[in-house]
């Protein structure tokens, strides 16, 4: 099976309106994963990112997925892979 995993950072600190775009953030990645295109989030421990692992995407369709972020604009890095599980 292939995913997609896209490693984002975006210092939360250094972002005005965090606090109030959060919630429209959540939103969406939530809708993600009721629809099945979310397989995984992880927060990174420094609070400096995310770590999103999508399903049976081409890599193509999350990088238009990522674009619809709220906090999108606010992100310093996204690194997108497409790796196959061996076991």
Known sequence: MKNVIVDI????????????LLPLENQVVSNWKKEG???????????????????DLKQSKVEELIKTLPLY???????????????
């Open 9 to 20: 950072v975006a210092h939360a600190t250094q972002i005005p309106n965090f606090e109030e």
């Open 37 to 55: 295109l979310l397989e995984q989030l992880y927060l990174k421990h420094d609070t400096t990112g995310v770590f999103l692992v999508f399903s």
């Open 73 to 87: 604009q606010f992100f310093e890095k996204i690194e997108i892979n497409t790796v196959e599980k061996q076991f």
